[in-house]
């Protein structure tokens, strides 16, 4: 980072430059106090130290081993100034001789990089689905909590309190900070990137509010799972979760119109799709595809890389993507899989194959008040030439939809079904 | 770091075992936490039927009465108090604990109170 960089910009793009520094900092100062709390204050100080020191003074030789030593030292003070923590310090001492002097940092010295553990803190199944997303997006993307509340669509003080239950929790129920062993990492890991999903998912298709994509929170999905596929080279699930949330982000450009509305997949302007992202995602599938059985993460990127290959709609290899969702159920039976199967299905044998399918599943619970199920059903009956009851499918879904450019869309589906 | 295993166990014969645990399983179990220097305490409870519950209103007066009777499956059957390091060395123990095989263990941390 140069001297501009913090001297020059806008107070929004320097915290931008300070977030990845943020969750390394942050997660090497829960390792060594082992309090998620004080560690985010004396992260927070640093970095506000940094922010008016370094303009002045210049930017110290290791600005990371500047801020990890400036933090520390604050959060020592803070420890023998607060009585309620004293005993834990003598705790951390005694501790640390344990452990070891901590070497001097460095000029240029890498840090030690933390940021696993916390990864599996933040994602620990004893904590709320709900808060597991909301922590890793506070202490992992260093966002701050209105703007984690913002990407949950939820008020600041809502989120305020949300946050604090958990890292109440995590503190008090002493939910520890550590890399499960080898033997736990098969039961844990998919929580981690259910997480990353989750954030993913919400970027990539909002649930709500007033746009269809919201591209900063597909982003800093993509960002973590960079950064888990790093700390965790080996997990090909990880690799097969970054390959899927590339090569479905690639197309972000064609997936709405000029007035946000969604365009649909067979509408798509493929030259707009990033194709260098694409090239990305499907050098990271063949790690995911190579070595072993497949995860769910890397046969959903396979199919995704289907899509992106083909031409067009038409042009798309439907069996390969019929088999594979075969594959993808077998790993995961749930109805949302069997309800896109059921679409491939159309595309390969026609609408009344796949509307065939999809009426088996009108009893799931997990699709009541799904719209893409109505929405599917509706584009079927429609391609059938049933009218009616295609405009009475996408009423369904424009009950259920829940951001205003797939109402706009719908809206008009059921005009043109009507006319 | 004390946490509490409350043993939520499916209905328990008199003999202490359930359809999908026997005795031996938790004599083994106790035997475990003991040799593993863990267990601070625990206990299992006679049946449910023997249970008597009271009350001390506002003015002191006390109201015994039988019961409860539990309809739901979530009746304690008995509890565990371990001390280890930290939460998920708590739930591995729970999650070995025969009552959790068709029952459930729910893990409470013990009240810190600076002692």
Redesign the interface.
């Known amino acids: 980072m140069d001297e501009r960089a913090a001297a020059g910009g806008a107070p929004a793009s320097v915290a931008a430059v300070f977030r990845e520094e943020h969750g390394r900092l942050l997660a090497a100062l829960v390792r060594r106090f082992g309090d998620l709390d004080l560690a985010e204050d004396v992260t927070a100080e640093a970095i506000a130290a940094a922010l008016e020191l370094w303009p002045v003074h210049g930017v110290p030789p290791n600005p990371g081993g500047w801020l990890m030593t400036t933090a520390r030292r604050r959060a020592v003070d803070r420890l023998r100034r607060d009585k309620?923590y004293a005993?834990r310090l003598a705790v951390l001492a005694v501790e640390a001789e344990r452990a070891g002097p901590v070497p001097p940092v460095e000029p240029g010295a890498e840090l030690p990089d933390e940021r696993l553990q916390l990864f599996f803190t933040c994602a620990?199944p004893?904590l709320a689905a709900e808060d597991r997303g909301a922590l890793t997006l506070r202490c992992l993307a260093g966002l701050t909590t209105p703007e984690v509340a913002r990407a949950h669509l939820v008020a600041t003080a809502t989120m305020a309190k949300r946050i604090t239950r958990a890292k109440r929790k995590i503190s008090?129920?002493?939910?520890?900070f550590?890399v499960?062993g080898p033997d736990e990492l098969p039961e844990r890991l998919p929580g981690v990137l259910q997480v990353l999903y989750s954030i993913f998912t919400e970027g990539y298709a909002a649930s709500a509010g007033p746009d269809l994509q919201r591209l900063d929170l597909a982003e800093e999905a993509i960002r973590l799972a960079r950064i888990l596929r790093r700390l965790l080279p080996a997990e090909r699930e990880v690799a097969g979760l970054l390959a899927l949330m590339l090569l479905v982000h690639a197309r972000r450009a064609a997936r709405t119109g000029p007035d946000g509305e969604p365009v649909l997949l067979d509408e798509q302007d493929r030259a707009r799709w990033d194709h260098p992202m694409i090239d990305e995602g499907r050098a990271v599938l063949t790690t995911a595809l190579t070595g072993g059985p497949v995860g769910p993460y890397a046969v959903e990127a396979a199919i995704a890389a289907l899509h992106d290959e083909a031409p067009d709609v038409e042009r798309t290899d439907w069996a390969q993507i019929v088999a594979l969702y075969d594959v993808l159920l077998g790993l995961v039976p749930s109805p949302v899989v069997a309800l896109n199967r059921a679409v491939a299905v159309a595309m390969r044998d026609g609408p009344a194959a796949g509307l065939a399918l999809l009426d088996e599943l009108t009893d799931e619970a997990q699709l009541r008040g799904y719209h893409p199920f109505a929405m599917a059903r509706a584009d079927l009956l429609q391609r059938l030439g049933r009218r009616r009851d295609a405009a009475e499918a996408y009423r369904t879904a424009l009950a259920q939809a829940g951001t205003e450019p797939e109402r706009a869309f719908l809206r008009r589906r059921i005009a043109a079904v009507e006319m | 770091?004390k946490y509490m295993l409350l043993i939520q166990a499916n209905a328990v014969g008199a003999d202490g075992a359930s359809a999908d645990c026997t005795v031996e399983d938790w004599m083994a179990y106790d035997k475990e936490v003991t040799e593993a220097g863990v267990k601070v305490s625990g206990e299992s409870l006679a049946d449910l039927v023997t249970a008597t519950t009271v009350r001390v209103d506002r003015d002191g007066r006390r109201t015994v009465t039988d019961g409860p009777f539990a309809e739901s499956r979530e009746l304690l059957g008995g509890f565990l108090v371990i001390d280890v390091?930290?939460?998920?060395a708590a739930?591995d123990w729970a999650a070995r604990c025969p009552g959790a095989r068709d029952g459930a263990v729910v893990?409470r941390?013990v009240a810190d109170f600076?002692g």
């Open positions: 309620a005993a620990h004893a008090e129920a002493r939910i520890p550590r499960p | 770091m390091p930290d939460l998920d739930l893990v941390p600076g």
